[in-house]
C-alpha cells in the first residue's frame, strides 16, 4: 500500500511539473495538458469562491483554483445529493 501512495504521488508530482513546463513554454497561465486543466495564475478571492461555491454551474468538478487538476463545486454535490433544494422557478 505504502509504495503504491508514493508511485501515485510520484506521478502527481511529474505530472504537475510537465504541466508548469507546457504552461511555460506555451506562454499560457492557464488551459489544458493532455485535457487536464492548469491554472498557473495567481489566484483569487471571486476566482476562488466561483469555482468552490458556484449555484450556475452544473459541473460537479470545475477547474483548479491553482495548480493542476479539478476543484469540487460544493454547490452542485450538494444538490445532487439534495441537501440544498433548487430554487423554484419563478418565471411565468
Given at each position: 500500500?505504502r ?34 486543466p ?11 469562491k466561483?469555482?468552490?461555491?458556484n ?38
Open positions: 500500500m509504495r503504491t501512495m508514493s508511485l501515485w504521488r510520484t506521478a502527481v508530482m511529474l505530472f504537475t511539473i510537465a504541466a508548469a513546463v507546457h504552461a511555460y513554454r506555451t506562454k499560457q497561465s492557464q488551459g489544458r495538458y493532455y485535457n487536464v492548469f491554472e498557473f495564475r495567481i489566484p483569487t478571492i471571486e476566482r476562488a466561483n469555482r468552490v461555491w449555484p450556475n454551474d452544473r459541473r460537479l468538478f470545475n477547474p483548479n483554483i491553482f495548480g493542476v487538476g479539478w476543484t469540487l463545486n460544493l454547490h452542485e454535490a450538494a444538490r445532487r445529493l439534495d441537501i440544498i433544494e433548487e430554487p423554484a422557478d419563478t418565471s411565468v
